[in-house]
């Protein structure tokens, strides 16, 4: 299956909302320094100072500047969302097509270990982790990309036995193609559009579960994150603090999250043959 994303992605309205919304979040997190005027973490002299045209979203409690707390915010569930998504989709690739392709008791053991894996529950096993190490973006994306990673392994796997009872995969063993090649040219190419679901899938679930994560405090305490924002102005909900404070940073989460849904539902109707026909 041979698609062209872009094209697949621009010619839904829900595909370009998605894009627009995820090129926004992107350039806040990239331009950062250019957007702000203060460091997230600068005092700047004005304690719970209301928006005006110094200050966009107004100051905390420590006169600390949220407008850059929010575009600096936007670098940490960026960066747990595309690091979380990768690492899981890199182990639902090798896993689940290790289960396919070698099948047997292989197949058997990392089904069996993915069972285990879905009755565990992540907030709990992130909060142990949390509570005897140090907390940090990359122990946060290593913890929650081993939770994501067993549904899309069985995905991965169901995929891949369909595909090796293609005509063109049984030719080419007859002919004595090594695994390797088979996985090269026969397997991976077609798997693309499950990785990409799944992709978009881990991310949309990284940045939500990032948020809960610093609402609830299970993060690094010097991070600067969306959901370490709402955590703290939710202390100072009793003050018109939280207008400009609680707001702005849980309508970034729910934006960025609403993109990564639009991006997956334009993409979800291109790869879907049942949906391409009812457009149709």
Partial sequence: MHIRYDSALTASPFGRLGLSLLFIALTAALLAPLLVK????????????????????????????????????????????????????????????????????????????????????????????????????????????????????????????????????????????????????????????????????YARRAIFMEAGLSFLGISDPGLISWGKMMQQAMAFTYLDVWQWWLLPPGLAVSLTIAGLAFTGLALETVLDPRLRSEKR
């Fill in 38 to 201: 203060y460091s997230p973490a600068a005092y700047t002299g004005d304690i719970f100072h209301p928006p005006c045209a110094e200050y966009w979203l107004g100051t905390n409690e420590v006169g600390q500047d949220i407008w850059a707390q929010l575009i600096y915010g936007a670098r940490t569930s960026l960066t747990v969302a595309g690091g979380t998504a990768v690492l899981a989709v890199a182990l639902s690739l090798l896993l689940g097509g290790l289960a396919a392709i070698l099948g047997s008791l292989v197949d058997r053991v990392i089904l069996r270990l993915i069972d285990i894996w879905l009755v565990l529950p992540p907030v709990i096993v992130v909060t142990l982790f949390a509570a005897y190490l140090r907390p940090s973006v990359l122990l946060l994306i290593t913890l929650l990309a081993a939770f994501m990673w067993p549904g899309g392994a069985r995905i991965v796997r169901a995929q891949t036995l369909v595909l090796k009872n293609k005509a063109s995969y049984a030719a080419a063993t007859t002919f004595g193609a090594p695994k390797r090649y088979l996985l090269r040219k026969h397997i991976l190419p077609d798997l693309g559009p499950t990785l990409s679901a799944l992709f978009i899938q």
